[in-house]
C-alpha cells in the first residue's frame, strides 16, 4: 500500500499594506480641516446661489446633518480600524513572546541537563540526574528513565497533581542504545512536547555512554594501578599492563620494547598470531624508534605496522618514560586498517605512562633481588669461613693428635675423639639449619597459613625445639605483605635456633583491623639496645632491616627482650 505524501502547509494570502495607527491620525488632523473647510466654502457658494428660501435651509440641513456626521464617521472609523489593527499585533506579539519564553525555557532546561550529565559521576547519577531534567524541560508530572542493566530512575514535578494518577496521559520514547523515557502528563502531550521528549532522549544516551566510558576507564586504570602495585616480575606486568590497553581498542597484537643499560631499545614481551613469548633481545622496529624519539603517541602507516607485527595494516605506538627518561615503548597493532580510528588516546598514553612506573619497580625489586643473593653468598662465604670450615680444621688438628697418641697414650686419644665427634655432630646440625634457613619457601602454592603451619613444623623437628602455633580471625593480605611476614617469622625462628638456646617457642597469628605476628620464646634473652643491627646467621636480616621491611608496608614492629627471659618478636602489617 503507497503511502500519500504529507499534506504541505499552505501559506497564508499576503494582507493589504495597512498604513499605520500614526499616519492616519496625522493624515486626519492635517488634511481633514482644510478639506472641510473648502467643502464648506464651495457648498455655501453653490447655496448662495439658490434664490429660493426653502431650498437654501434643505440645502443647509441637508449638508451639515448627514455629509457632515458620516465625514466625521468615516475619520472616526478609519482611525479605529488602525487602533485594532494594533491591537491585533500587540496580541499577537504577546503570543509569540509567550511562546518565545516557553522555547527558552525548554532550551535552558535542556541545556542545564547536558551540564548536569556531563558532571554525573557514575550511571546511578546518569539516571537520577536525567529524569529530574525531563520533568523540568517537558512540565511532565512524572519522569521514570531505566538504561540497559537494570538501573532506573523517577522523578515527579513541584506542582500538584489535580488529575488520578489513572488518567494521566503517558508519552514514551527509546533511549538510542536502549532504555526508555516514559513520561506523564496532566493533559495530552503535543507535537512539541514530543519533539523535545525525543531530543531529551538523544542527550541521555550521550550521557550514558559518556558515564559508561568513563566506568570502564576507570577500570581499567584500577586494573593497572593493581597489576603494577602487586607484579614484580617483569614478564608478567608488561602481559597484564598490555592486555588491558589492547582490550580497551580491541586491539588483536601488542608489543613492549624496553630500553636497556645503553640505552638501545630492544623487544622485551610479544604476543601477535603466532604467539605469546619474550624478545630474546630483538632490536626494536623503525616505528618503535619514531615513537621514541618524537616522546608522543603516533599512529603507524601500513608498511611500518607490517614491520612490527606480520599481517598487521594498523598500529599504534606509545612512549613510556618518567623522570628518569625513555623507559620504553608500548605498540598495540590490529589487522583492520582503521582499527585505531576511534581510539581514546590519552587514555592510553595515561596507561603507559603507569606501565613505565611498574617496569622501573620490577627492575628495581629485580635489582634488589640480585643484590641480596649477592650479600646472601657473602654471609654464608662468612659463615662457612668463620665457623664451619674452622670448626673441621679444628677437628682435623684434632685427629691429627689422635693418630699421634693411639698407641702412646690410648685413653687420652679416645677423650680426643669423642670431643671431635661431638665437634662434628654440632657442625653437622649447624649446616643442616643453615640449609632449612636457605630452603625456598613457595607462598604462591600453597598461600600464607598453610606455608607458616609447615614451616613451623618443620622447624620444630629440625633443631629439636617444641613449637607452638596459634592462627586466629581472618586474614587477608596482599602478595607483598605476605612475603614481608613470612619473612619475618623465618628470621624470628632462625635468631631463636642460632642464638636463644630455647626449649620452646610459640608462634600466633591474629587477623583483625591488622594481621599481627608474635614469635615468643623462653630462651636465654638479650639486651635490645646492643644488639639492633646484628645481623642473623640464618637469614641475613638483623633487626633494623626486619623493622624497616614492616614499616615499608605500614606496619609495626618491636622486640621486647631482657637477658635470661626470653625474646618476643611482633609484627603488625595493614589487612588488604
Known amino acids: 500500500m503507497t503511502e500519500l505524501p504529507a499534506r504541505l502547509p499552505t501559506s497564508p494570502p499576503p494582507k493589504p499594506r495597512e498604513v499605520p495607527l500614526s499616519d492616519r491620525v496625522r493624515l486626519v488632523r492635517n488634511v481633514l480641516p482644510p478639506l472641510i473647510v473648502l467643502v464648506v466654502a464651495v457648498v455655501e457658494y453653490f447655496i448662495a446661489g439658490l434664490r429660493d428660501a426653502g431650498r437654501e435651509v434643505w440645502a443647509h440641513l441637508l449638508f451639515y446633518g448627514l455629509v457632515g456626521p458620516a465625514v466625521t464617521f468615516f475619520s472616526v472609523e478609519w482611525i479605529a480600524e488602525g487602533t485594532r489593527a494594533r491591537e491585533r499585533a500587540e496580541r499577537e506579539l504577546r503570543d509569540l513572546y509567550g511562546q518565545l519564553s516557553a522555547s527558552h525555557g525548554r532550551l535552558r532546561a535542556v541545556q542545564e541537563l547536558m551540564r548536569d550529565l556531563s558532571g554525573a559521576a557514575d550511571m546511578g547519577a546518569v539516571v537520577e540526574v536525567a529524569a529530574r531534567g525531563a520533568v523540568r524541560a517537558t512540565g511532565a508530572v512524572q519522569a521514570t528513565l531505566t538504561v540497559p542493566g537494570g538501573l532506573s530512575g523517577t522523578a515527579r514535578g ?14 514514551k520514547v527509546g533511549i538510542p542504545g536502549g532504555g526508555a ?14 519533539a523535545l521528549a525525543q531530543a531529551l532522549a538523544a542527550e541521555v544516551a550521550t550521557g550514558v555512554e559518556a558515564a559508561r566510558q568513563r566506568t570502564l576507564d576507570l577500570m581499567t586504570l584500577y586494573s593497572v594501578d593493581q597489576s603494577i602495585r602487586a607484579e614484580r616480575n617483569l614478564r608478567r606486568l608488561l602481559a597484564r599492563v598490555t592486555r588491558n590497553m589492547a582490550e580497551r581498542v580491541r586491539a588483536g597484537a601488542r608489543a613492549a620494547y624496553l630500553s636497556d643499560q645503553d640505552g638501545v631499545l630492544r623487544l622485551e614481551y610479544r604476543q601477535d598470531a603466532t604467539g605469546e613469548g619474550m624478545g630474546g633481545g630483538n632490536l626494536a622496529p623503525p616505528f618503535a624508534l619514531r615513537v621514541a624519539e618524537a616522546d608522543t ?4 602507516t601500513p608498511g611500518e605496522a607490517a614491520e612490527v607485527f606480520p599481517g598487521a595494516a594498523s598500529a599504534l605506538g606509545f612512549p613510556m618514560r618518567d623522570e628518569e627518561g625513555l623507559v620504553g615503548v608500548l605498540v598495540l597493532g590490529d589487522a583492520r586498517p582503521d582499527a585505531f580510528t576511534d581510539a581514546r588516546v590519552p587514555l592510553l598514553a595515561l596507561l603507559a605512562a603507569q606501565a613505565a612506573l611498574g617496569v622501573r619497580n620490577a627492575r628495581a625489586y629485580l635489582y634488589s633481588e640480585e643484590l641480596a643473593i649477592s650479600d646472601e653468598r657473602a654471609r654464608i662465604a662468612r659463615e662457612i669461613h668463620d665457623g664451619v670450615a674452622q670448626s673441621l680444621a679444628f677437628c682435623a688438628l684434632k685427629l691429627d693428635l689422635v693418630a699421634r697418641q693411639l698407641h702412646a697414650d690410648p685413653e687420652r686419644a679416645e677423650a ?10 654440632e657442625q653437622i646440625k649447624e649446616v643442616r639449619r643453615s ?41 587477608h593480605l596482599a602478595p607483598g605483605d605476605e612475603a614481608v611476614v613470612f619473612r619475618i617469622l623465618q628470621e624470628s625462628l632462625n635468631n631463636v635456633a642460632k642464638h636463644a638456646r630455647a626449649r620452646e617457642v610459640t608462634v600466633t597469628l591474629h587477623g583483625g583491623q591488622h ?12 639486651d635490645p639496645a646492643q644488639v639492633s643491627g646484628r645481623v642473623s646467621s640464618a637469614g641475613g636480616l638483623g633487626l633494623m632491616q626486619m623493622r624497616e621491611r614492616v614499616e615499608s608496608r605500614g606496619g609495626k614492629y618491636r622486640v621486647l627482650s631482657e637477658p635470661g627471659h626470653g625474646t618476643l618478636v611482633e609484627a603488625e602489617v595493614p589487612q588488604a
Open 158 to 171: 513541584d506542582m500538584p497533581v489535580t488529575t488520578p494518577s489513572a488518567e494521566l496521559q503517558s508519552l
Open 515 to 526: 594481621v599481627t605476628l608474635r614469635v615468643q620464646d623462653d630462651g636465654a634473652g638479650f
Open 181 to 194: 523515557l516514559a513520561l506523564h502528563f496532566e493533559t495530552p502531550p503535543g507535537p512539541e512536547t514530543e
Open 416 to 425: 680426643e675423639v669423642r670431643a671431635a665427634t661431638a665437634l662434628l655432630r
Open 297 to 300: 603517541p603516533l599512529s603507524a
Open 435 to 475: 640449609i632449612f634457613a636457605l630452603r625456598p619457601i613457595d607462598l604462591e602454592r600453597y598461600g600464607l597459613l598453610e606455608t607458616v603451619r609447615r614451616y613451623v613444623e618443620d622447624f620444630g623437628q629440625q633443631n629439636g625445639i617444641r613449637t607452638t602455633l596459634n592462627i586466629t580471625g581472618e586474614i
